[in-house]
């Protein structure tokens, strides 16, 4: 029976556990209705708290309208609670001059810690499928991926999205909802061959099931989970390798050159990811010929030698190479200053006058206190939320205007952003029922 393969595979991933509060992602379609009938089957069981949101992309002639009001409907029958959201997802991709795909993508990550928040939930569930996994892997592999790439969908991430239908394939999900007479809404943009995955689905993955594998999307899936496995092991042996050889000094890194020429290519890359990861918060737009060039660079082991890559420099220093942030690359805030005034009696702390003062924890900042604006890869804590989000991804939630951006003060310590002035302070910096000492921070 599908409930059983769907309770095996939560319970063997661990994608829900008893007492999760789950925040489910529903567009109409059979994926996310069945998804959501399947969670309220397990509800008592799993002593699961429901919810549900959906956005309204107002795209499609009216069509997704028509979705909201379906999606509506359907939670209320259920007795599950919804959060409804609405938005031009066109002109927002104009105005933040992305795709269209990637401007509802946002919105809908932005929507989903809104409803975690307001339902205080710690999952988001999402509906991907088996044959999506199979179709997401042939569309990395023919734009050309790595081993990362190959290891496809995850079941499970670290910002607490979870995908608690990926083995089940679309004809098992069609048959469980006729089997238990759910109504759906289809999209008929998903039966088009206009984009490349939709070529993918309903051309090449049809031909290769007739002429080559008739079974490919179980396939391409348990070769995901072979690769993913795989990924763990190496990943724990390039942070082993970090942590043993690479020394972190107060603003840059230090590697030992002859020690790191000796390492096979593939720890040697994924080294390089990871440091500029770890100076940047991100690696994207990072290209193989990137971390090449910097390899490169390490063989030729000409001291005063250096490379710039994503902001970052990479320098020879005779049989050191050093790494370190781009100089000259923040704007001067000469004119700008905080106040800092000690508050050792938490009983006179009273609530900020205005957007230009905080309270903060004394005994969390690491070394000195300092203004500066973002920079790329910066990211942040704001308060109330206890993961980190790119400063880029708060501004375009925030709709601050592009050519504002780069002139916002950031108010940082040696290691965090403490206060973004103006807006939101970081949730690590908060008083707490614990705090013993406290800062009052005053921008002038």
Known sequence: MIIEKFKKSINEKNIIKYGDSIVIAISGGPDSVAMTHLLMSIKEEYGLKLFGVHLDHLTRNGKSTEDRKFVEKFLSENGIESFIYTKDVSKMAKELNISFEEAGRLERY????E?????????????????????TILFRLFRGTGLDGLTGIEYKREDNIIR???DLSRKEIEKYCEDNNLITRRDHTNFEPIYSRNKIRLEILPYVREKFNDKIDETLSRTANILREDKLLIDKIVNDYFKNNVVLKKEHYILNIDKFNNELFSLKSRLIRKILFEMNGTIEGLTYNHVNEIIELIN???TGKFKVQHDVKFKINYNELIILKKENNEVKKDNEKIKIESITKL???KISPSKNDIYIDADKVIGEIYVRTRKPGDRFSPLGMYGSKKIKDYFIDEKIDSELRNSISLVCDEENIIWIVGFRMSNKYKITKSTKNALHLTYE
């Open 110 to 113: 932005r929507i989903f810690k």
């Open 115 to 135: 409803v975690m928040k307001k339902t205080n939930s710690n999952k988001v569930a999402l509906g991907q499928n088996l044959n999506d996994q199979g179709e």
């Open 164 to 166: 608690p239908i990926l």
């Open 300 to 302: 030729e082991k000409n």
């Open 347 to 349: 009983d006179e702390i």
